[in-house]
């Protein structure tokens, strides 16, 4: 009878070991789970982390890229400096010409209306040639304005008839100075400033001409 207990009591003994067991690897097992569980939401986390940047930049450029400026830029304001990469035709801006009357125009080798309106830029060039520069500024690649300039056009290319200076903004800095300030977000945008530096138009270069001719009158009426 002895003998039966001791066996009895080793084999329930051996059965409490294998539950303790049991449930201690089902805990060890749940524990490795939860663990996978949170590493893996850390890690979602941490992609999440690593993107917001990104993410905020974009919908800084979109959202607030007119609020940079504490003032909205507008006609009477004095015109904000140039800060341009490449000059694609005619010679950089000198001193001795930023007494004269300017027309900037924001432009891109994909608008059409933009490439409609450059031979009505030319001749305006043409008309006011001693009294006005116009720079045509685009934001696109130095590459790219370059290729586009190099189309031909009957026995001549684009930027043997372009008739005025074209510049590259490729870092946006001007853009941002300029249209981003004024609230512009169409283009072509055409900005006249006078000889004392400033705005007296913002608009489409189409609609310009009445304020051009006032401009360029004020500034010869000046100089007599």
């Given at each position: 009878?002895?003998t039966?207990?001791?066996?009895k009591?080793n084999s329930?003994?051996?059965i409490l070991?294998c539950?303790i067991?049991s449930?201690t690897l089902?805990s ?14 850390a890690?979602k986390?941490?992609v ?5 940047p990104?993410?905020v930049?974009?919908l800084?450029?979109?959202s607030?890229?007119?609020k ?17 990469s490449?000059?694609h035709?005619?010679?950089p801006?000198?001193?001795n010409?930023t ?11 994909w ?5 409609k309106m450059?031979p ?28 586009f300039?190099?189309?031909?056009i ?13 510049a ?13 300030a ?11 400033v ?5 705005i ?5 270069p189409?609609m310009?001409e009445?304020t051009?001719?006032i401009?360029?009158k004020?500034?010869?009426e000046s100089k007599?």
């Open positions: 009878m002895g039966n207990r001791k066996i009591m329930i003994i051996k070991l539950f067991i449930i089902q060890c097992k749940e524990e490795n789970s939860s663990s996978k569980i949170i590493n893996d939401q890690k986390l941490s999440k982390k690593k993107k917001l990104y993410q930049y974009l800084s450029n979109k607030n890229e007119s940079l400026k504490t003032k909205k830029l507008s006609v009477g304001d004095l015109a904000p400096s140039l800060t341009l490449n000059w035709t005619g010679e801006l000198k001193e010409e007494k004269k009357v300017f027309i900037v125009e924001f432009w891109a080798t608008c059409a209306p933009c490439i450059m009505h830029m030319k001749e305006i060039q043409k008309k006011y040639s001693n009294e006005l520069i116009i720079v045509g500024i685009s934001r696109e690649p130095s590459q790219k304005i370059d290729s300039l190099s189309q031909k009957g026995n001549s290319t684009r930027k043997k008839e372009m008739g005025y200076k074209i590259s903004d490729y870092q946006s800095k001007t853009t941002k100075d300029w249209m981003s004024a609230g512009q977000g169409s283009i072509p945008t055409a900005f006249i006078d000889h004392k530096g400033v007296q138009y913002i608009g489409h189409g310009m009445k051009l001719d401009t360029i004020k500034m010869q007599l």
